[in-house]
């Protein structure tokens, strides 16, 4: 039993540094309106978000004299026939300025055949990071894309949220 709880501990691997993707689910809602033209009650129904997106963007998590955690996060939306998955997010060490570089991260995109479920309206991500700070850097930019990647006509990646950390006093 012990030989096995010391396999069982080594086998653990820590997902900090590993993509999470979740689906973002709606489900059906009623809404009652008045129309104020005529006074009639018109019913439909509508889909309402159960789960929250989040919003493009990177964080903090932490930050040592050598070493910077942040957080990458994000939604895709997909529904329908417009079958859209997260495959990876790549990194790429951008330009050198003085004391100061910019890190760029991409989300790679990829649309797929096939049918979407009907209570799926997209897919959240997200991903932690750690980068080692070089010793003369003071201020480092980091910027998120997207990149459909088999969608010709998009290939342009599109810059979806960017961060500055300035670390003037080294802890």
């Given amino acids: 039993m012990i030989l096995t709880s010391f396999f069982a501990l080594l086998g653990c691997k820590s997902n900090a540094q590993k993509l999470q993707v979740t689906p973002i689910y709606t489900e059906p809602q009623r809404v009652t309106k008045e129309i104020p033209e005529t006074g009639r009650i018109q019913t439909y129904t509508t889909l309402k978000a159960v789960v929250e997106r989040?919003?493009?963007?990177?964080?903090?998590?932490?930050?040592n004299a050598e070493t910077?955690?942040?957080?990458?996060?994000g939604n895709i939306s997909s529904g329908g026939h417009s079958v859209h998955q997260v495959r990876k997010i790549g990194f790429e060490?951008?330009?050198?300025?003085?004391?100061?570089?910019?890190?760029?991260?991409?989300?790679?995109i990829k649309k797929i055949p096939?049918?979407?479920?009907?209570?799926?309206?997209?897919?959240?991500?997200t991903k932690d990071e750690i980068y080692k700070i070089p010793d003369d850097v003071k201020i480092?930019?980091?910027?998120?894309?997207?990149?459909?990647?088999?969608?010709?006509?998009?290939?342009?990646?599109q810059l979806v949220a960017h961060q500055t950390f300035n670390f003037f006093a080294k802890i």
Avoid: C, H, W
């Avoid at 989040?54 to 930050?63: A, C, D, E, G, H």
């Avoid at 910077?68 to 996060?73: V, Y």
């Fill in 93 to 108: 060490k951008g330009e050198r300025n003085g004391n100061t570089i910019t890190l760029r991260y991409y989300v790679e």
């Fill in 54 to 63: 989040l919003n493009p963007m990177i964080f903090m998590l932490s930050k």
């Fill in 68 to 73: 910077l955690q942040l957080r990458i996060q």
């Fill in 140 to 157: 480092i930019r980091i910027e998120l894309y997207e990149d459909k990647i088999n969608t010709p006509s998009d290939r342009n990646p």
């Fill in 114 to 125: 096939g049918k979407e479920s009907a209570d799926v309206s997209g897919y959240n991500y």
